[in-house]
């Protein structure tokens, strides 16, 4: 079962290297960061106090709902 020299050496492949993703030129790892846009204090204020009624009316929703899903219970 011994093989020769000759048929080791044809038996043996070199490795396959992986295909590379081109790069395209002045690539880097990471985008730049995108500067945020001034915002006036007053609007984020605004902004705030319309994310909290959402929410509020969001969780009267909810409450309702949990009450009518109790009330339809079989006990």
Known sequence: ???SKS???AA??????LPRR???PN???WPSPTPMPTVPTEDVGKTLKLILDR???IEKRLERIEKALI???PI
């Not at 043996?12 to 290297?17: A, D, E, K, M, S």
């Open 1 to 3: 079962m011994s093989k």
């Open 7 to 9: 048929e080791e050496k």
């Open 12 to 17: 043996f492949r070199p490795p396959v290297p």
């Open 22 to 24: 081109p790069e395209r």
């Open 27 to 29: 690539e880097s790892g």
């Open 55 to 57: 929410l509020d009316a």
């Open 71 to 73: 009330e339809r219970q």
